[in-house]
C-alpha cells in the first residue's frame, strides 16, 4: 500500500530534550516536506526536500532541523524543543512538480505526530 | 503572511442540504487548487482540485468553483452527510512549484 508513515503518532517530552519523528515513504516520491497544524493556523511549511541530499526552509523553520540521505526518509529533528513547538506535525510526499493541465498532482501525507513539549 | 485563507472557521449544515466553504487567495501566481478532507487523528487526505484554466470542476457530490479576477474559490457539497463532517483545507499550488500553500481550514459538521 502506498502510504507515508510517521512515527511516534504521540510524543510528550520536556523543554530541551532532543528528539527525532521519523518520516518514511514508499512511492519512490522525490519531493517531502513536513507540515505544523496549528489552530487558527492551518498547516504551515517548516521544511521541504526537493531530493537527496536537497532541503529547504519552509515558513517557520526556526528550532528545526532535516536530512534527507535516502529519497524514502525525511526524518524532523528538534534540537532543543520548547513549548511553542507543542503541534500536531505532518510529513508529506509527492512525486511531481504540478505544470498546467496536470490532474493527478497533490501531496499524500502521513496520519500525524502530536507533540506536547512541558 | 497567509496567502491562502478560509475565513470561516466553521460550518454547520443540516443533513441533506448543501455545504458552501469558501476560500481566498492572495497571491497572483497560484494556478492550481486543491481541497483537502481531515478527519481527527488522520492525515490530509484529497478531495477535489481545479486548474486555473477551468472555472468550475465536479466530482459526484463535490464541486469546485474558481473566481479568478476574484481570487476566490469555493467548494460545494451536495447533499451533505454525516460522513462529511471534517475539517476542509484549501490550498493553493504555482506552476512549476511543488510548494503547497494552505488555509486555516473550516470545520464542517453536518447534523442528522
Known amino acids: 500500500e502506498a502510504q507515508v508513515t510517521q512515527n511516534p503518532r504521540y510524543l510528550i517530552t520536556v523543554t530541551g530534550k532532543k528528539l527525532t519523528v521519523t518520516c518514511s515513504q514508499n512511492m519512490n516520491h522525490e519531493y517531502m516536506s513536513w507540515y505544523r497544524q496549528d489552530p487558527g493556523l492551518g498547516l504551515r511549511q517548516i521544511y521541504y526536500s526537493m531530493n537527496v541530499e536537497v532541503t529547504d526552509k519552509g515558513d517557520v523553520p526556526e528550532g528545526y532541523k532535516v536530512s534527507r540521505k535516502e529519497k524514502r526518509n525525511f526524518p524532523l529533528i528538534l534540537e532543543s524543543p520548547s513549548p511553542n513547538q507543542t503541534s500536531l506535525y505532518f510529513c508529506?510526499?509527492?512525486?511531481?512538480?504540478?505544470?498546467?493541465?496536470?490532474?493527478?498532482?497533490?501531496?499524500?501525507f502521513g496520519s500525524g505526530t502530536r507533540l506536547t513539549v512541558v | 503572511d497567509q496567502q491562502v485563507k478560509q475565513n470561516s472557521p466553521s460550518l454547520s449544515v443540516q443533513e441533506g442540504r448543501i455545504s458552501i466553504l469558501n476560500c481566498d487567495y492572495t497571491?497572483?501566481?497560484?494556478?492550481?487548487f486543491l481541497w483537502y478532507k481531515k478527519y481527527p487523528a488522520e492525515g490530509p487526505t484529497f478531495l477535489i482540485s481545479i486548474s486555473s484554466i477551468k472555472d468550475k470542476n465536479e466530482d459526484g457530490r463535490f464541486t469546485v468553483f474558481l473566481n479568478k479576477s476574484a481570487k476566490h474559490l469555493s467548494l460545494h457539497i451536495v447533499p451533505s452527510q454525516p460522513g462529511d463532517s471534517a475539517v476542509y483545507f484549501c490550498?493553493?499550488?504555482?506552476?512549476?512549484?511543488?510548494?503547497?500553500?494552505f488555509g486555516a481550514g473550516t470545520t464542517v459538521t453536518v447534523r442528522a
Open positions: 497571491n497572483s501566481m497560484f494556478d492550481y
Open positions: 490550498a493553493a499550488s504555482a506552476s512549476n512549484d511543488y510548494k503547497l500553500s
Open positions: 508529506a510526499s509527492s512525486s511531481s512538480l504540478y505544470s498546467a493541465g496536470a490532474t493527478n498532482y497533490g501531496y499524500t
